[in-house]
């Protein structure tokens, strides 16, 4: 099955900073990954997302890039602040038909934004 | 909208015990999934369901097992409870169609 791989596991920054989450993947069927953020007690929530036939996107202070031919993907966070701060995660999936998909996780990173 | 619900948020059971958890998915999904959450395993596949079928499922043993009703709800359930069994549970719930998957807040278990 697939596997993803997330990489840092722990990232502290400066408010202001930048800050930049790495995944990468091993199926190359998949073309939907989305990013998740989890605040404590909480679920996780989707911030962003994007389909294989994409190369970049971005919303607001927040975007992701893919790179399919090295199957991997990367958040990016502008201007960080303290309210950034929680959990990440990648996930990759392979859509099609009228099911969702089982979602891949990566292992999470733990984003600090120092005031 | 509301979002996805699910009940309850808190259990605390005995090994060996059984429990039901429940799922109340966006209004209009059709889709729901099930994750479970652990600090040693991470997000871990449970299984989807569309239109009250089974469509995809994890590598669970057979104490966990799930069902969708007519109106989309799901519930999943878990026998014969293990201490490895304490985590949160997620259900996710989309449209069905390449759809974005929406959590809800979590069952937090806790066996005894």
């Known amino acids: 099955g697939e596997n993803v791989e997330q990489h840092p596991s722990t990232l502290s920054v400066q408010e202001g900073d930048s800050a930049v989450i790495k995944c990468t993947y091993s199926?190359?069927?998949?073309?939907?990954f989305p990013w998740y953020k989890q605040e404590l007690g909480k679920g996780p929530q989707l911030i962003i997302d994007?389909?294989?036939?994409?190369g970049e996107k971005k919303d607001q202070r927040i975007a992701v890039t893919l790179n399919k031919t090295a199957k991997h993907f990367s958040l990016h966070i502008t201007e960080t602040q303290p309210e950034d701060s929680a959990v990440y995660f990648c996930?990759?999936?392979?859509?099609?038909?009228?099911?969702?998909?089982?979602?891949?996780f990566g292992r999470g990173t733990q984003l600090t934004v120092w005031p | 909208k509301a979002g996805v619900t699910q009940t309850p948020r808190y259990l605390i059971k005995t090994r060996g015990q059984q429990v039901t958890l429940s799922c109340s998915p966006i209004?209009?999904?059709?889709?729901v999934s099930w994750y479970q959450q652990t600090p040693g395993q991470g997000l871990q596949f449970l299984f989807e369901?569309?239109?009250?079928?089974?469509?995809n499922k994890g590598n669970f043993p057979g104490r966990f097992s799930g069902r969708q009703f007519s109106n989309s709800r799901s519930e999943m359930n878990v026998s014969t409870l293990e201490l490895g069994d304490s985590a949160l549970y997620l259900c996710?719930?989309?449209?069905?169609?390449?759809?974005?998957?929406?959590f809800g807040q979590g069952t937090r278990l806790t066996v005894v």
């Open positions: 996710a719930s989309s449209l069905g169609t390449a759809g974005k998957a929406f």
């Open positions: 199926d190359s069927a998949s073309n939907y």
């Open positions: 994007i389909r294989s036939n994409v």
């Open positions: 996930a990759a999936s392979i859509q099609g038909g009228s099911t969702l998909g089982r979602l891949y």
């Open positions: 209004s209009g999904h059709r889709s």
């Open positions: 369901y569309f239109s009250e079928t089974q469509r």
